[in-house]
Structure formats: C-alpha cells, structure tokens
C-alpha cells in the first residue's frame, strides 16, 4: 500500500512540473510559435459498492500539429497526440503499475486541397446523426456522457472529396484493428484489410447518406452491444464475411428530425449466416428559454434473415439539456430498455472557464458496458486545456 502511495505521488508530481513548465513556456511565447498542446485532466468515481470499486485517475494528453502550405490552395498536415493516464482504488489496493500506460492517441498525415483530403494513420473515423443511440457507431465508441470524447483510433487510410453542391464521397481501408469497435460482434482478422464508403448529398433541407463496409471475421462473439463475452454461438467456424449496409438521412424543418438504418450481413463458413440489423429515428428542439432536447428510438434484431428476427431489443433515450449564463450548464439523460425493463441515468453539471473545465455528474448504467458510465456512482473531473 505504502509501495502504490509513493508511485502516485510521484507521478503526480512529474505531471505537475512537467504541466506547470509546458504553460509557462508556451505563455512566453508569441502565438503560433509552437505548434504543442495539451489537456491534463484528473478526477475521481465514486462507486456505490465499495471502496475498492471507487477509483483516482490522472490524464495527460498532449498534441503536436505540423501543417506544410503547398502551392494553389494544398497543404500537408500530421498530427501526433499521446494519451498518459493512471488509475487506482482510492484505498491503493490494487496493482498501480499495471493501470499506468503510456499509449500513443493519434498519429497521421494528410494531404488536402479545396475538395480533397486524403490521411493516412491512427486516427478517429465516425459519422451518422445519431447522437444518443449510435446506429452508425462503426469505427469509435463516443459517449455523448463523456467530457473529454475519449475514443481509440483505427489504423486506416481514409480519403473524403467534396462536390460543389455540398455532396461528398468517403472511401476508407483499415488494416490491423483486432480490437472490437463500436457495434462489432465478432472480432476482425487483423491479418486481413477492411474497406468500405460513404456517400453524402444535400436532399431538400437535409442531407441523406449511405454507407457499406466490409470485413473479415473470426469466432470471437458478443451480446450485440459492442461488448467481449464468450461466445454461445451454435455455430462455430474459423473464418467469416461480414457486410454492413447503412443509410442515414438528417434534416431541419424547425425541429431537427433524423434517422439511420443499418443490416449486417455476417457469412460463417459453417454455412450458418447471421443478420443483425439497427433503426434508429430521432429528433430535437430548442425551446426559447434555452432548454435542449433530444430523443432517440433504437429497434435491434437479429435472425437468420435480414427479414427474420429471432431476438428484438427496444431502447428509448431522451436528453435535455439548459445553460445557466456563460458558463454553467446542467444535462440529463435517461435511458429505457423495453426488453430487460431497465432504465439508466445521467446527471452533469459543468463549469467551463477560458481554459478550465469543472465537472460533477451522477449516473446508473448497465454493467460491463464499455462506456465509462458503467454501475452506479458519483464522477468528479477537472480538465485544463493549454
């Protein structure tokens, strides 16, 4: 115990010299001289078993970014960003050592222009209007819950072009991302590259989409939610395909209304194919007081048929959300599964300043979720951006 106090201890000083010191230069310097970053960021959850389930953590992320201004409007960019962060029981009993890492966030580099950008590296890729109910949560798990927006990058070359009528066309390949993301249900061969597309374009007052990727798969199954757990499957194979197809539609009409769609087509060489499909609609509204909020209805099957369902889940999210002045907000958000009978919270407040960020927020949530809201508790974070 006196072992994890002293690590502690000295790490959090040498986050402290090391914070102190990067402020202290970047602030003698003129604006633009150096092109580093940063985000501390420390806190602690309560949670409502015990004390060894309530945990301290420390953060510290910096970001480099370099740009290159090339001829007619081109340029190239990269960007490196490290994610430093430890944790314990706040009664220091379990392994210290294991739970400090140092991972690198991000790491690309980009080619651009007017109406092109290619970029090539670990970087984040999402999209779809969703924001409560994440139907197209392919390639990141972001929680709206989140103050930070923490998600793991993927390995990937991604490339957008921009028409002039404001429609767009993504292609991306991925390459070495075992690591389940977002909706996955079985792991993906990292030995093998993933690719898909995105096709963008304004429609009336809104914008309609459609998107495909495809994968190949190995026996790693999951409940569905983007969670590992052993597999149940009856069929077991070796390798699989899977498809996904998607199309998604936002518009504007006073009140904001949304939707997506998507079918995932998974191929075993057993012979068994599975399909797990998502539908999520939803809408917001400012009210003149200043009071935001939103609604999303997720419907999720599986079966063996994209028009035969085995097993349905049913879940309703609603946020509302009001700021107080310039920088105090509130927001709350519940969640219902009509399938388990089971509703989840969240409660947060924030104070934000020119550089600091204050947050206290209460939640109850399903357990081994991968959102870091998972069980009941109390968070308390503070977050300095320089």
């Excluded at 998604?248 to 079918?263: K, V, Y």
């Excluded at 519940?334 to 947050?359: H, P």
């Amino acid at each position: 115990m006196l072992k994890h106090f002293i690590i502690i201890i000295c790490i959090f000083c040498i986050f402290c010299i090391f914070f102190i010191s990067s402020v202290l230069f970047i602030d003698s310097l003129q604006a633009g001289d150096i092109p580093i970053k940063g985000q501390l960021s420390g806190g602690v959850t309560f949670n409502d078993k015990s004390l060894e389930d309530t945990q301290i953590g420390l953060r510290y992320m910096p970001e480099m970014r370099v740009i290159k201004a090339l001829e007619n409007d081109k340029e190239i960019d990269t960007e490196i960003a490290l994610n430093f962060y430890a944790s314990t029981p706040l009664n220091f009993s379990g392994n210290f050592e294991e739970n400090a890492k140092l991972e690198i966030y991000r790491l690309w580099v980009r080619y651009s222009s007017a109406q092109f950008e290619s970029r090539l590296g670990l970087q984040k890729i999402n999209f779809g209007p969703a924001r409560l109910l994440r139907t197209l949560m392919w390639f990141d798990h972001l929680d709206i819950r989140d103050p930070l927006q923490l998600t793991e990058g993927v390995k990937a070359f991604l490339g957008r072009y921009y028409f002039l009528n404001n429609a767009n066309i993504w292609i991306w390949g991925l390459f070495g991302n075992n690591d389940l993301k977002g909706t996955e249900t079985f792991a993906t061969d990292e030995d093998k590259i993933e690719f898909g597309g995105r096709f963008q374009f304004p429609l009336s007052k809104g914008e309609l989409a459609f998107s495909y990727h495809r994968r190949d798969v190995i026996d790693v199954d999951t409940n569905g939610f983007g969670r590992k757990i052993e597999s149940k499957s009856s069929a077991q194979f070796s390798d699989g395909l899977e498809n996904r197809y998607a199309v998604d539609g936002s518009w504007d009409i006073g009140i904001g209304l949304w939707f997506g769609a998507c079918a995932e087509e998974i191929k075993l060489d057993s012979g068994s194919d599975k399909w797990q499909n998502f539908f999520t609609i939803g809408a917001d509204y400012t009210f003149e007081s200043g009071i935001h909020l939103i609604y999303e209805h997720l419907i999720q099957s599986y079966g063996p048929k994209i028009d035969q369902s085995d097993e349905t889940k049913s879940i309703s999210a609603l946020s509302v959300d009001y700021r107080f002045g310039l920088i105090d907000s509130i927001n709350t958000i519940g969640y219902y599964d009509y399938t388990q009978e089971e509703a989840s919270y969240y409660m947060g407040w924030q104070r934000t300043y020119d550089n600091w960020q204050f947050n206290l927020m209460v939640f109850s949530h399903r357990e081994n979720d991968f959102s870091p809201f998972s069980g009941k508790g109390i968070q308390c974070m503070i977050i300095y951006n320089h």
